[in-house]
């Protein structure tokens, strides 16, 4: 319950700082996805379940307040967050190389599929000028913003194992 909890408040602080403050902290127009960078650093950490849930959850308040399509970030942070659990099993936490790696990736095949969606059905052809222009500078915003939040990411999902493990002691 208490993972439950904060997880809950990551994914609503990552959407109210992605809305409000890197709104403001813009570079032509370009802000970082927070939610992108939680989710593939939660799916990294804890598996799968956790990426998939977290994805859910972070890209259906996207879909609420952002979005005229019902599902869209939702599906796209799902399989992002799933695809990072699956690297769970070759994780150190210590290495950032794999999380920077897994987020531009991601945040490269969400910016894709968000241009297939958005731009591409709606007759706008001009993929170059969108990956030039908005989809890599993205990237690199987010990679950046990554070095500073995934460290706090992974010290309290460390202090939530530490507690389980406590716990979990107690009762042996």
Known sequence: MKRFLIYTFFII???VLQGTLFKFLD???ISPNLLLVLTVSLGLMRGRKTGLLVGFFS????????SSYIGLFSLLLMYCGYVA???NKIFFAEDI???IFLISLSDLFYGF???LIMFLLRGKMNLSYYFLHICIPECIYTVLITVVFYPLILIINQALENGERKRA????
Do not use: E, S
């Not at 002691?169 to 042996?172: D, I, P, Q, R």
């Open 13 to 15: 602080t990552c959407f």
């Open 27 to 29: 570079f032509g127009n």
């Open 59 to 66: 890209g259906l308040l996207m879909d609420i307040f952002l």
């Open 85 to 87: 659990g699956c690297f």
């Open 97 to 99: 190389k794999l999380p």
């Open 113 to 115: 599929f968000v241009y």
């Open 169 to 172: 002691k107690k009762f042996v």
